[in-house]
């Protein structure tokens, strides 16, 4: 008896397309006619679905394949542009996978492994890379969880192992982010260093190059939005490029940090085909979105009282708040679509389990049992130092 009920609850498992396989596959060819009649119209219209996406998904992926292989970019590029698959969708992670294909793909999956191994023997306790310390460094990890954050911090300390050259790339700590939210951390390792055998045409790798960018984006400024670049130059009061180009000194966060996540990932997929270039141009599209907003408003009264370095701050300060307030706009339109909930979502943590949670909330008085917990110290942000964790 309870071995049938078993069997039937074996059968009602809900087939994943995440998982690769269905657990019907695996009952055994005696038990498997019986166990088919049992399986309703809907579960197989759902298993079907979920075959011809996969089979669709395979086939979109063999296209690109073929025409990286033919060298028929422009055609990749249109398709990564016109297509705009949703946050969750299953194409993504196979896509940043085959867009960073090269042949030493797996030979770099093998190499993280093994320096991943080579680390945890090492008994490293501390893991925080060195070079995010360096003044422009992103920081932002896109709402991973602690498990992950982890995996982040030492996926980032092998490739400073492997490339001990690379002192500095402002946007490598929230692009590996956003790759562990699609795939493991062996294929991110070799989609990075994939990345960074590119040189600088899709990773900035020096200071040099970093500072050299925002005469870039001034430049395209000026050449494609010349009322922007008029606009700056009266704002500032003065024509010298130099103080012109510190506006856009901290463009890699307005993108990397303050686009919403949606937004974010559909630019990380143009990105992977077009390279930096790619990025150049988003942030000239926002500088756009500053001015459209911002730009006719007339300056406020003391304005003109302002240096020109604090008049710059607060033009960065201007730009910074517009992009934080369209994240914000989405994250408030995502929340006012969600259903509501009567209880909490339930408890999760590595640390403690929910019964210890429950007692240490009894302990706090009544007044704070209802407050939200604020998040104070992060594994991810602000590394294991205990003298840094007693200092905030």
């Known amino acids: 008896m309870d071995m049938r009920v078993c069997q039937r609850q074996e059968a009602s498992r809900s087939f994943s397309v995440d998982s690769g ?23 197989v219209a759902e298993l079907t679905k979920s075959w011809k996406k996969r089979e669709e998904i395979s086939k979109l ?6 025409d990286l292989n033919e060298q028929n970019i422009t055609h990749v590029k249109k398709f990564i542009r016109y297509n705009n698959w949703p946050v969750s969708h299953e194409i993504r992670a196979e896509l940043w996978r085959v867009l960073c294909n090269n042949k030493d793909l797996e030979t770099n999956k093998r190499l993280y492994v093994q320096q991943l191994d080579d680390l945890m023997k ?5 893991f925080h890379p060195a070079f995010l310390s360096a003044d422009g460094i992103v920081i932002h990890d896109h709402g991973l969880k602690q498990h992950g954050a982890v995996a982040l911090q030492r996926l980032l300390i092998i490739i400073e192992c492997v490339r001990p050259e690379i002192r500095y ?10 790759f562990l939210h699609y795939m493991n951390p062996e294929d991110t390792f070799a989609c990075m260093m994939r990345l960074l055998s590119q040189g600088h045409s899709f990773l900035l790798q020096s200071e040099v190059a970093m500072f050299a960018s925002r005469f870039t984006i001034l ?28 506006v856009f000194a901290d463009w890699a966060a307005w993108i990397f940090r303050h686009l919403p996540f949606e937004y974010l990932v559909r630019v990380v997929d143009c990105f992977l085909v077009e390279g930096h270039k790619m990025l150049l141009r988003i942030t000239v599209a926002l500088v756009y979105v500053w001015y459209k907003e911002k730009g006719k408003e007339p300056p406020s009264s003391k304005w003109n009282s302002k240096s020109i370095e604090e008049r710059t701050a607060e033009i960065c300060t201007q730009f910074r ?17 969600m259903p509501k909930r009567l209880y909490t979502a339930a408890f999760e943590s590595v640390i403690i389990d929910s019964e210890s949670a ?10 704070f049992q209802l407050e939200t917990p604020t998040l104070m110290f992060r594994l ?13």
């Open 169 to 178: 790339v402002p946007i490598l700590y929230p692009l590996c982010a956003m």
């Open 321 to 337: 708040d517009e992009v934080s307030k369209r994240r914000a706009e989405r994250e408030d339109s995502r929340r006012t679509r």
């Open 21 to 43: 396989y269905s657990t019907i596959s695996f009952l055994s060819e005696q038990n498997r006619m019986s166990e088919e009649r049992q399986i309703s119209a809907k579960q």
């Open 61 to 66: 992926v063999d296209g690109i394949v073929e």
């Open 219 to 246: 430049g395209l400024v000026k050449k494609h939005k010349r009322s922007i670049y008029n606009l700056l130059k009266r704002r500032l009061g003065t024509d010298d490029e130099r103080k012109l180009a510190e």
């Open 358 to 367: 429950s007692e240490l909330m009894c302990a706090l008085p009544s007044r």
């Open 380 to 392: 991810s942000e602000h590394g294991a130092s205990f003298t840094q964790l007693w200092s905030l």
């Open 122 to 126: 090492s008994g490293v306790k501390t």
